[in-house]
Nanobody
């Protein structure tokens, strides 16, 4: 059973950048879809971006298009979320989720209920 640990959150000024890391332990990300989600107070958890480890397909929320990028380090079993041009409305707890999807579709990738494994989350606060 894979365990996920996020890191890299913090306080950043509007317009700044952050790189979040999601590291797997107890297993590898091989064949997994790894998704970054965020949840602001009083709001639902929503997809930021996801990576299909098998074929490197990425999925990015439309409202973040052009401001985020995913990358991976296979040797470290780590997925990175790079965010730039951050806005105060990007303030949220960012979670890393993973699952083995029998069939990968956009509908399943964007749904947090489809993910079996979650990290503890990392807080991102963007000041104006």
């Amino acid at each position: 059973q894979v365990q996920l640990v996020e890191s890299g959150g913090g306080l950043v000024q509007a317009g700044g950048s952050l790189i979040l890391s999601c590291a797997a332990s107890g297993g590898t990300f091989s064949s997994y879809v790894v998704g970054w989600f965020r949840q602001a107070p009083g709001k639902d958890r929503e997809l930021v971006a996801a990576l299909n480890w098998s074929d490197l397909t990425t999925y990015t929320a439309n409202f973040l298009e052009g401001r985020v990028a995913l990358s991976r380090n296979s040797a470290k079993n780590t997925v990175y979320l790079q965010m730039h041009s951050l806005k105060p409305e990007d303030t949220a707890v960012y979670f890393c989720g993973a699952n083995l999807f029998p069939g990968v579709t956009t509908a399943t990738v964007i749904d947090p209920n489809e993910y079996a494994y979650w990290g503890q989350g990392t807080q991102v606060t963007v000041s104006s």
